[in-house]
């Protein structure tokens, strides 16, 4: 990493002609001593200063990395690492930094339909009656169904349920 430029112009690259790849990427924003890198989804959408900070362990790795949640009313503005020596040290991975984003930025609101290399957007009725049609077609047997390991008790018994109604119990 280094410097190019002078004064207003000055930008951080990188020295060869190659990107930056790392899972780890993230924490230059933590190690810079100036201050001059930020963390992108965060960057200039408020100061430290209004944020509220609560302590968690981070559901993104299997490691329990400790972080530390700061939030502005009731919406996430970033998510740093915290001290913990036995597991995480100080360093986060950029998944951890960067999930909470696709919660509030990145959300699909509208169904999209893949025709080649194009989406289009559909109504609602248009997609769950393709999907009704498309499940009628199909045996009980033939449908399997998995849920994610961070759904609620209540999310997970009505996929269930969902799916005993269409005699499925592969699941």
């Not at 299997?62 to 996430?76: F, H, P, Q, R, W």
């Not at 609101?109 to 559909?122: I, M, N, T």
Request: with cysteine; proline share 3%.
């Amino acid at each position: 990493m280094g410097t190019s430029g002078r004064g207003r112009g000055t930008e951080i690259n990188t020295y060869v002609e190659k990107m930056l790849a790392s899972e780890m990427s993230g924490n230059l924003a933590d190690v810079c001593p100036v201050g001059a890198l930020n963390n992108g989804p965060f960057a200039y959408t408020s100061r430290p200063y209004e944020l509220l900070t609560k302590n968690t362990i981070d559901l993104m790795d299997s490691l329990g990395s400790n972080v530390a949640i700061d939030y502005k009313e009731n919406t996430i503005m970033r998510v740093n690492p915290r001290v913990h020596e036995s597991i995480n040290e100080e360093w986060l991975s950029d998944k951890s930094r960067q999930a909470f984003d696709g919660l509030k930025r990145q959300r699909l609101r509208v169904p999209l339909l893949r025709k080649g290399a194009d989406f289009s957007e559909q109504a609602w009725e248009d997609v769950f009656a393709m999907i009704a049609s498309r499940i009628d077609k199909v045996e009980g047997k033939d449908i399997a169904g998995a849920i994610g390991e961070f759904e609620s008790i209540e999310n997970i018994q009505s996929f269930k349920d969902f799916l005993n109604s269409l005699n499925c119990f592969n699941y």
